[in-house]
């Protein structure tokens, strides 16, 4: 059967980074794919990529109706929603993923992973499900415009912070029980400030009180991008100019590892070995989680546990000692 394949993407940007470092290759050998996703999350590879292979994902029925207008006759899927499996099939596309959210009536092939693998694993096995041949090793990478280097490059110059070491940190999560308390990332945010780091918060609108609460705790040179909710490409090119990055299991955690930066991740609800990124050439990632036996757990927040300072008790347990370790063994 002529025609190509698409693959229907995740909505999460640390998501799309982990199988994205995969696609980069299927990209480059392949003519014949196309991408269904997200317009932020093209940001993250226009520096490389023309839109000709992308589908903007962000309606259920334009979705629907550029589906039909698409020359695609088969997709993967690699989000577990439900969604997913409707809008494809009413699209008339076969479907390849896995039987979840009551999804497997509409799947044409059904693949069964183990809930224990890494979730780059887990596409690993779709993609190889699908007929992709993937290389031994994946390695993260984004590509970004010059156009948001270069505006990435002017705000640095307009800070003065050219020949100055850059911490950034991002104090947010899609789920704000998934945070490390905002008093814990001031205090590292101090300390580092009185080392010689300037400092930056980076995020969306949700940030935005975070880091004016940051910002009161820091003694020397401070910004708070956050207040600005830039576009994804714009706040990955500032990533970019870090020298070290801290930040929850989120999305921006992901984003500095892929660029190759030196990360400190924090993982309560969560662990690594199931959300941590996939590293990007030069990346090194330090981990700290509290590991405790109820981790990774279904986040249930509050009803299966039970809060300790207004937190989960896996992200209370999680000490500012504990990340400035994990930041000193960094810059060692």
Known sequence: MKGKKLIFLPNWVGDFLMAFAWLDTVLERREDVLLFGKPKLYQLIRGKYSRGFWIDKDGFWINLWRLFKSDAVEALLLPNSFSSAL?????????????????????????????????????????????????????????LSQEDRYWAEDLISSLGWKNLPIFVMHPGASKPERCWPVERFGEVARLMSLTGFAVAVVGGGKERKKGEYIEKCVEGPFFNLAALNVPLGRLAAFIERASIFLGNDSGPLHVAAALGLRCVG??????????????????????????????PCRERFFKECTPVNNVPPCIDAISVEQVLKAIERLLS
């Open 266 to 295: 924090i993982y309560g609800t969560s662990i690594p070995e199931k959300t941590g990124p996939v590293l990007g050439e030069g990346a090194v990632l330090e981990s700290v989680a509290s590991r405790l036996p109820c981790s």
């Open 87 to 143: 809008l494809t099939t009413l699209a008339g596309l076969k479907t390849t993923g896995i039987p979840a959210d009551g999804r497997g009536f509409l799947l044409n092939r059904k693949i069964f992973v183990q809930e224990t693998l890494h979730q780059s694993e887990v596409y690993t096995r779709l993609f190889e499900a699908f007929g992709f041949k993937l290389p031994e090793k994946s390695v993260a990478r984004i590509y």
